[in-house]
């Protein structure tokens, strides 16, 4: 009498049976090397869009906020460490940052339709940009910021500078770093009065 096969023999000859021209096997096999070279070329475009070349390879960018930003602390300082547009506009985390890329999309939107083409435009919406933008980092609890900054890092410094105590009251209020540190990177829009300043 026969033995029948047992499950790891009958898989094993499910996987070899052809289909119409290849086996179920080879197929797999196709399948599972296109989607390492799919998933390999997108993380690799992902990546890509990080760079602050990429960022600033429309003149909206290059001729608005980049000039801005390189006047700030976040581009030159004496430790050397240089913030960059991702360090602060996109989340480190995988699912955070396909969700933001997708947000981010309606900025080429609006170069695509000119809705920010110009200076005087960039600059008529500067303030609904700001504030989108404030809002995201606001709701995340400035994830962003805190990716290289924070409370738990800090030490009380010993010249007596009053920033240490302003961030410990901050803290405690439930303050995130945007309620307090806009404009920190790019220059505020016009319209912009500092509810910080008003308490």
Not at 3 to 25: A, C, E, G, H
Request: net charge positive; charged share 30%; with cysteine.
């Amino acid at each position: 009498m026969k033995n029948k096969p047992n499950i790891l023999d009958q898989t094993w000859i499910f996987l070899r049976k052809p289909s119409s021209k290849y086996s179920v096997l080879t197929i797999g096999l196709i399948c599972f090397y296109l989607g390492i070279l799919f998933w390999g070329g997108f993380n690799t475009g992902m990546e890509a869009t990080n760079k602050l070349e990429f960022c600033i390879g429309c003149h909206e960018m290059n001729d608005n906020v980049y000039q801005e930003y390189k006047k700030t602390i976040h581009y030159s300082n004496p430790s050397g460490v240089r913030a960059t547009c991702s360090d602060c506009h996109v989340p480190k985390d995988w699912s955070h940052k396909l969700l933001r890329k997708i947000q981010a999309s309606q900025e080429l939107w609006g170069k695509i339709t000119g809705k920010i083409d110009t200076r005087e435009k960039f600059e008529a919406r500067r303030m609904a940009l700001a504030t989108s933008e404030w809002e995201r980092m606001k709701a995340t609890d400035s994830r962003e910021c805190r990716n290289c900054h924070s409370f738990e890092a800090m030490r009380k410094p010993l010249d007596g500078t009053l920033g240490f105590e302003i961030h410990m009251k901050g803290k405690a209020r439930g303050k995130t770093c945007i309620d307090c540190h806009k404009g920190i990177a790019h220059l505020l829009p016009r319209e912009y009065e500092d509810p910080v300043e008003e308490e």
